[in-house]
């Protein structure tokens, strides 16, 4: 096991054990973690035969962090997002749109990378087409679950939906997942590149 493995598996479960020590409520907690977990459990079963680069090993680790985090407290109570309302002069905790940007940013060079190395397109043009519609996709199939849970449990629908009463929340949410995959795919693309060159002429870990 690399020091690279060992220093993210650290930092992952340093943050994920801290979250579960009385949570906001326990229920709300597994909803916004599962995602992070189930990440993890995948990056663990496919670091042998199909390790990522470094570039996208650490923005999978920030965005479980930022679900993690988000578990602990609940979206609408993330103290730095009471911190940035305040300094601002806003009127609702705005972390869940962190959330949101991420879930548009990161998936959009995990995609990347997939296309690429398995060479899923012929031309870069519709390859970015293609990921920024399926970032957005896994942003609206969130929503969808997000009013599923609303539905089937009064309990914790508040906390986990984190609305806030703003009546736009869902359209917001989905179009800053769109914009986070734009970013994404313009300012880290040629960094992406070349960490999947050099990737590819690595020798291969045992």
């Given at each position: ?11 992952f ?8 020590i009385?949570?906001h409520?326990?229920?709300?907690w ?13 990056l663990?079963?496919?670091?042998t035969?199909f390790?990522l ?17 988000g ?12 911190w940035?309302r ?10 869940d749109?962190?959330g949101h940007?991420a879930q548009g940013f990161?998936?959009?060079l995990?995609?990347r990378?997939l296309?690429?190395r ?6 870069r043009?519709?390859m970015?087409?293609?990921i920024v519609?399926?970032?957005?996709g896994?942003s609206a199939?969130?929503e969808?679950?997000?009013w599923?849970?609303a539905?089937a449990?009064?309990?914790a629908?508040?906390?986990f ?9 869902t ?12 970013v994404a ?6 960094w992406?590149?070349?960490?999947i060159?050099a ?8």
């Open positions: 096991m690399t020091r690279g493995v060992i220093a993210w598996s650290v930092a479960l340093a943050v994920l054990g801290w979250s579960a009385n949570p409520d326990y229920p709300t597994v909803l916004e973690v599962l995602p992070a977990v189930a990440g993890a459990a995948i663990a079963a496919t670091r035969r390790p680069t470094t570039l996208l090993y650490v923005l999978i680790l920030a965005h479980c962090i930022i679900l993690v985090v578990g602990h407290y609940t979206y609408a109570e993330v103290p730095l997002g009471d940035v305040d300094l601002t002069g806003g009127t609702r905790n705005n972390y749109k962190l940007f990161v998936p959009a995990v995609a990378e296309a690429l398995l060479g899923i397109f012929r031309t043009g519709w970015n087409v293609f519609g399926f970032c957005l896994i199939f969130y969808l679950i997000e599923w849970v539905l449990s009064d309990e629908a508040d906390a939906l984190g609305t806030q009463g703003y009546v736009w929340d359209q917001s949410d989905m179009m800053l997942a769109l914009i986070g995959a734009i795919l313009v300012l880290l693309g040629r992406h590149d070349r960490q060159s990737l590819a002429d690595a020798p291969t870990a045992a």
